[in-house]
């Protein structure tokens, strides 16, 4: 019988942590910290598991229709044995192939909630609109992922939107939405356009994890807090009083800001995740000087030239440059069907990663 060994030795170490932890919890009391984080291992360590006990099932049945074939000399046993092995061996390269996938590291985040910043680039006012228009896709694509989104801030312009920022909640957003940081390029004809020119415009979108209390500590001295009546649409108490408000951090001049919500205190506590989220960013890159800022690298300049994505609007074409992906059905994707792209960068991604990792 061949199977990789090698892995199956990982798997039984997985096997094995994941019974310590179960032992531990059951012995855990009261310590709440602890507790949070073994649940936290065991949520990543299940999946593998249960995957690898499918798995020893399939290698002791081929191994038992192997020992038929070779001790036994009944024809029908025979027989019966011949069709379990050419049953069950094909099915061991699938079952590694996803085991091998599902033992990829994690990133720590990908569980996590997430503030997305959207902002026009190049291109005027086709720029502005078209941050709306995406704005758009992504609440749709969160609706049909049972996720929760809050606006945070919105600043208008005469055509669209000089600035959005929002709030995604709900189960492994950031693994998803992590894929969406960067340059996005539209190619269309605008309204005002009388000649019928196809113009080029691109807007920037930044996607930060949020950020737990305990990951971030911040000395209340070093904060500012302005607050301020917040612009635009809202309801009567956001013309009427100081609602909005502005958190900046003195010693790195980095600035959160919330008037979406319904009072001071609710914004306040928005604008302070914000502004941890945008702290844990510069900390990781402090860390790792090799690794640039996930708004700085993956959202560049928001040059024409600078792009992760074109949507291309008289051809009803959406082009992903990561991994040339182009499928023409550009309407829907605004629609927010953005599952098939997200999933094939999924995908690419574990691919890359397992090269890597050389499982």
């Given at each position: 019988?061949?199977?990789n060994?090698?892995?199956?030795?990982?798997?039984t170490?997985?096997?094995?942590?994941f019974?310590?932890?179960?032992?531990?919890?059951?012995?855990i009391?009261?310590?709440?910290?602890?507790?949070?984080?073994?649940?936290?291992s065991?949520?990543?360590?299940?999946?593998?598991?249960?995957?690898?006990?499918?798995?020893?099932?399939?290698?002791?049945?081929?191994?038992?229709?192997?020992q038929?074939?070779?001790n036994?000399?009944?024809?029908?046993?025979?027989?019966l044995a011949?069709?379990?092995?050419?049953?069950?061996?094909?099915?061991?390269e699938?079952?590694?192939?996803?085991?091998?996938?599902?033992?990829?590291p994690?990133?720590?985040?990908?569980?996590?909630?997430?503030?997305?910043?959207?902002?026009?680039?190049a291109?005027?006012?086709?720029?502005?609109i078209?941050?709306?228009?995406?704005?758009?896709?992504?609440?749709?694509?969160?609706d049909?992922?049972g996720?929760?989104?809050?606006?945070?801030?919105?600043?208008?312009?005469?055509h669209?939107?000089?600035?959005?920022?929002?709030?995604?909640s709900?189960e492994?957003?950031?693994?998803?939405?992590k894929?969406?940081?960067?340059?996005?390029?539209?190619?269309r004809?605008?309204?005002?356009?009388?000649?019928?020119?196809?113009?080029?415009?691109?807007?920037?979108?930044?996607?930060?994890?949020?950020v737990?209390?305990?990951e971030?500590?911040?000395?209340?001295?070093?904060?500012?807090?302005d607050?301020?009546?917040?612009?635009?649409?809202?309801?009567?108490?956001?013309?009427?009083?100081?609602?909005?408000?502005?958190i900046?951090?003195?010693?790195?001049?980095?600035?959160?800001?919330c008037?979406?919500?319904?009072s001071?205190?609710?914004?306040?506590?928005?604008?302070?995740?914000?502004?941890?989220?945008?702290?844990?960013?510069?900390?990781?890159?402090?860390?790792?000087?090799?690794?640039?800022?996930?708004r700085?690298?993956?959202?560049?300049t928001?040059?024409?030239?600078?792009?992760i994505?074109?949507?291309?609007?008289?051809q009803?074409?959406?082009?992903?440059?990561?991994?040339?992906?182009?499928?023409?059905?550009?309407?829907?994707?605004?629609?927010?069907?953005?599952?098939?792209?997200?999933n094939?960068?999924?995908?690419?991604?574990?691919?890359?990663?397992m090269?890597?990792?050389?499982?």
């Amino acid at each position: 019988m061949i199977y990789n060994k090698k892995l199956f030795e990982s798997l039984t170490k997985v096997d094995e942590k994941f019974l310590e932890l179960n032992k531990e919890l059951e012995n855990i009391g009261n310590n709440v910290s602890r507790m949070k984080e073994i649940n936290k291992s065991l949520k990543l360590l299940n999946p593998i598991v249960e995957k690898f006990s499918e798995f020893k099932k399939i290698l002791s049945n081929l191994e038992s229709a192997e020992q038929i074939l070779a001790n036994e000399k009944d024809k029908e046993l025979l027989e019966l044995a011949e069709i379990e092995i050419g049953e069950y061996k094909p099915k061991i390269e699938v079952f590694e192939n996803e085991l091998k996938r599902l033992l990829l590291p994690k990133d720590e985040n990908d569980d996590k909630n997430v503030i997305v910043e959207m902002r026009p680039a190049a291109g005027g006012d086709e720029s502005s609109i078209f941050v709306g228009d995406l704005f758009g896709a992504y609440k749709r694509y969160a609706d049909s992922q049972g996720w929760k989104i809050k606006t945070l801030e919105i600043v208008e312009t005469s055509h669209g939107y000089n600035f959005i920022s929002f709030m995604i909640s709900g189960e492994d957003v950031y693994s998803k939405m992590k894929f969406e940081s960067g340059v996005h390029r539209v190619q269309r004809v605008p309204e005002t356009e009388a000649k019928g020119r196809v113009h080029t415009s691109t807007i920037t979108v930044a996607v930060l994890p949020e950020v737990e209390d305990i990951e971030i500590v911040i000395n209340p001295s070093d904060l500012r807090v302005d607050t301020y009546r917040a612009g635009g649409a809202g309801g009567q108490h956001v013309n009427r009083t100081e609602s909005a408000v502005r958190i900046t951090h003195l010693p790195t001049g980095i600035v959160a800001s919330c008037q979406e919500g319904k009072s001071q205190i609710e914004n306040r506590e928005t604008a302070m995740k914000m502004l941890k989220s945008k702290l844990w960013e510069r900390a990781e890159n402090e860390k790792n000087s090799n690794l640039s800022s996930l708004r700085k690298d993956q959202v560049g300049t928001g040059e024409r030239a600078e792009k992760i994505r074109t949507y291309n609007y008289p051809q009803n074409r959406v082009t992903d440059h990561r991994i040339n992906l182009t499928l023409n059905k550009l309407e829907m994707i605004m629609l927010g069907d953005l599952d098939e792209i997200i999933n094939s960068l999924i995908a690419n991604d574990e691919a890359l990663k397992m090269a890597e990792a050389n499982i």
